[in-house]
Nanobody
């Protein structure tokens, strides 16, 4: 299974970020995975954003929930992150990843619990 992120590298504050993860070699509906978004701000650790499950359930980080939406396009085998009202502190490398379990808060940043990762895409929020 391969994951590939795509989207704009530079966005302005207050705008909406839309990133897409294209999955190949597997199915986002029939493979029992939780298709996740994770980011890493410069000089900081990983931050879990949320996931959409194989059955289309979604769950978001409480700190980002009000600005986040994750959806999917089953025909294209893609899932998409939308992050609204962007701030400079949203600048980060954004990763899509897949885990077979609905992880607890403590487990979500354990990289070993994810079977597949994209290469990551840099997003800079700046005017």
């Amino acid at each position: 299974v391969r994951l590939q992120e795509s989207g704009p590298g530079l966005v302005k504050p207050s705008q909406t970020l839309s990133l897409t993860c294209t999955v190949s070699g597997g199915s986002i509906t029939t493979d029992y995975y939780y298709w996740s978004w994770i980011r890493q701000p410069p000089g900081k650790g990983l931050e879990w954003i949320g996931y959409i499950s194989y059955s289309s359930d979604t769950y978001y980080s409480p700190s980002l929930r009000s600005r986040t939406s994750i959806s999917r396009d089953t025909a294209k085998n893609q899932f998409t992150l939308q992050l609204n009202s962007l701030k400079p502190e949203d600048t980060a490398v954004y990763y899509c990843a897949a885990t077979p379990d609905p992880l607890t808060i403590d487990q979500r940043m354990d990289v070993a619990r994810y079977d597949y990762w994209g290469h990551g895409t840099q997003v800079t929020v700046s005017s």
